[in-house]
T-cell receptor, first 114, second 110 residues
């Protein structure tokens, strides 16, 4: 049973560029949440997708957008990258009909903006 | 927004010692979660607490949901080197959206 997978593992981008990160949820899960984790801090909630719609959003600007596909996989897009966007981006999946608070995290994508 | 304060920020202990850490909030939570994160990995759920006063164990780990619903505690007994990592508390609210503390970093000396 595959857990949550994310790609790519590492990414280096330049200020002003755009980036797309990908996530496949754990088998049987239908809800995907994205988090940003800066060095030395806990994960910060970006947004959550369920039934291909953004359901919840944290305190992040519109430069951060996402998408969920019919197979429940998800993408996180960040436009006009800032140096401050450098962080570990984590995807977490859960099952809406289960204990949805119990999220399973992927290994993350380390984004470096130069 | 809601904030969780974890203490201590870091701990250096000897193998075999017991560990205690806690998490406090200015807001009430109906669920508390404890995660562990190893370097280069995402957080792994250790224990979930759903009821005020609840005490739940997972092997050598024991967590408690505070009576006021504004705090939670995690204890690790007889620590071993693989306990090294960062421990996060999280309070989920609103359909799985969670707020996390900044973590307690545990170092275990053999």
């Amino acid at each position: 049973d595959a857990g949550v997978t994310q790609s790519p593992t590492h990414l280096i981008k330049t200020r002003g560029q755009q980036v797309t990160l990908r996530c496949s949820p754990k088998s049987g899960h239908d809800t995907v949440s994205w988090y940003q984790q800066a060095l030395g801090q806990g994960p910060q909630f970006i947004f959550q997708y369920y039934e291909e719609e953004e359901r919840q959003r944290g305190n992040f600007p519109d430069r951060f957008s996402g998408h969920q596909f019919p197979n429940y996989s998800s993408e996180l897009n960040v436009n006009a990258l800032w140096l401050g966007d450098s962080a570990l981006y984590l995807c977490a999946s859960s099952w809406e009909q289960g204990f949805s608070y119990e999220q399973y995290f992927g290994p993350g994508t380390r984004l470096t903006v130069t | 927004g809601q904030q969780l304060n974890q203490s201590p920020q870091s701990m250096f202990i000897q193998e075999g010692e017991d560990v205690s850490m806690n998490c406090t909030s200015s807001s009430i939570f109906n669920t508390w979660l404890w995660y562990k994160q190893d370097p280069g990995e995402g957080p792994v759920l250790l224990i979930a607490l759903y009821k005020a006063g609840e005490l739940t164990s997972n092997g050598r780990l024991t967590a408690q949901f505070g009576i006021t619903r504004k705090d939670s505690f995690l204890n690790i007994s007889a620590s071993i080197p693989s306990d090294v990592g960062i421990y996060f508390c999280a309070g989920p609210y609103n359909a799985g959206k969670s707020t996390f503390g900044d973590g307690t970093t545990l170092t275990v000396k053999p």
